[in-house]
Every structure is written in structure tokens, then in C-alpha cells.
T-cell receptor, first 114, second 109 residues
Framework: GAGVSQSPRYKVAKRGQDVALRCDPI?????LFWYQQALGQGPEFLTY????????KSGLPSDRFFAERPEGSVSTLKIQRTQQEDSAVYLC????????????FGAGSRLTVL | GIQVEQSPPDLILQEGANSTLRCNFS?????LQWFHQNPWGQLINLFY???GTKQNGRLSATTVATERYSLLYISSSQTTDSGVYFC???????????FGRGTSLIVHP
């Protein structure tokens, strides 16, 4: 597609529910990133994929967070047993290559855990 | 990992004024971008500028990699320039960008 598409744009979950957030990157982009942005803060890195390989997941805050990109295109970020501290905007970005070039972001998925 | 500091944290301007936003980083970089986050939360790429100077209309940016800083200049500011400006920097082989805390800009008419 022309841009990075994320869905849903808004998600309200009750504490303890599982959620899944989807990212559809720009067609042909090799690199895909997930970031978490809390209110008033800068985006914080969660995880990085190169094609279908998850090369870095050092930013995932707990084992309740899981990400996949099975066919090297669409990615899903799953959060199990959501907690209130998981409330944030989850941003997906893609990049054409594996090295130094432009990162393009989607509009984000805003998660509110009640 | 690399540390990224942005200043000032907040900036309030009258329409038509000029401003300079600064991004300092703690290591050599191979990737640097400036973003504008609009009031709806969308991060818009302004410049990809690991070194050198670029200009786009009223905006320009300069990165001095050897001195570990980058500057974003906004001239003749408009109310639509309001929002948060982030720099994102990567170093080493990972090319994974680290964001600063941003500069929140409000431009009054």
C-alpha cells in the first residue's frame, strides 16, 4: 500500500483480556518496527523484524507481549492478560532496507485498559 | 545504548517567529530523522539527515555528526506547525532508532 496501515485505531480492553494489534507495512519494505508511546513521552522501541525474522525483541516489557510477522509482510503485536500500565499508543513503522534509510510510521493503535 | 536529548522541552511562539530545536546524541550515528507528531498522533517524517544540511520550504535541518548534534530550524512559524518534534537516532550495526523526549511547540495566531 501507499502507507503503513494499523488497525484497530482505538481499542478498549478490560484488564485481563488479550488484544491483537495489526500492522500492514508499505509493500516491499523489509524492515518492520513496533514502538510503544505513553502519554507525553517519546516512542520506545519494542521489537524489530527483518522480513519474517524477529531480530530484536529486547524492548518487549514482559512475556505477555508477543509479536510475529510470519510471511514477512503483515505483523501482529499481541498482548496477553492486559494490565492498566499497557495503556499506550502502539506505533508500527517500516523501512525499505535493512540499513540507513527512511522510517515511515503508521497512525498508531491507541490501547486503553480499564 | 545511544542517549538522545532534545531541547527545549517546550516552546511557545507567536505566528511568524523563527525557532531552533536541538538534538544531542551520545555516540556516532548512521541514521537520524526528524519527525513532527501532529495533534492526531501521526508521526510525519520531516528530514532524513545523518549528516549535512537540508532544506524544505520553511524548514531546514543540519546535522554535525562529529560534534554529535542536529538542529531543526523553523522559520516564519504557522499555527499548523504546532505539535511535538522528535529526533530519532541510530548508531552501530542495529540501525534501530532511539527517540528523544521531543520538543512540544505551540504557535499562537
Amino acid at each position: 500500500g501507499a502507507g503503513v496501515s494499523q488497525s484497530p485505531r482505538y481499542k478498549v480492553a478490560k484488564r485481563g483480556q488479550d488484544v491483537a494489534l495489526r500492522c500492514d507495512p508499505i509493500s516491499g519494505h523489509v524492515s518492520l518496527f513496533w514502538y510503544q508511546q505513553a502519554l507525553g513521552q517519546g516512542p520506545e522501541f519494542l521489537t524489530y523484524f527483518q522480513n519474517e525474522a524477529q531480530l530484536d525483541k529486547s524492548g518487549l516489557p514482559s512475556d505477555r507481549f508477543f509479536a510475529e510477522r510470519p510471511e514477512g509482510s503483515v505483523s501482529t503485536l499481541k498482548i496477553q492478560r492486559t494490565q492498566q500500565e499497557d495503556s499506550a499508543v502502539y506505533l508500527c513503522a517500516s523501512r525499505r532496507g535493512t540499513g540507513a534509510n527512511v522510517l515511515t510510521f503508521g497512525a498508531g493503535s491507541r490501547l486503553t485498559v480499564l | 545504548g545511544i542517549q538522545v536529548e532534545q531541547s527545549p522541552p517546550d516552546l511557545i511562539l507567536q505566528e511568524g517567529a523563527n525557532s531552533t530545536l536541538r538534538c544531542n546524541f551520545s555516540d556516532s550515528v548512521n541514521n537520524l530523522q526528524w519527525f513532527h507528531q501532529n495533534p492526531w498522533g501521526q508521526l510525519i517524517n520531516l528530514f532524513y539527515i545523518p549528516s549535512g544540511t537540508k532544506q524544505n520550504g520553511r524548514l531546514s535541518a543540519t546535522t554535525v555528526a562529529t560534534e554529535r548534534y542536529s538542529l531543526l530550524y523553523i522559520s516564519s512559524s504557522q499555527t499548523t506547525d504546532s505539535g511535538v518534534y522528535f529526533c530519532a537516532v541510530a548508531s552501530g550495526g542495529s540501525y534501530i532508532p532511539t527517540f528523544g523526549r521531543g520538543t512540544s511547540l505551540i504557535v499562537h495566531p
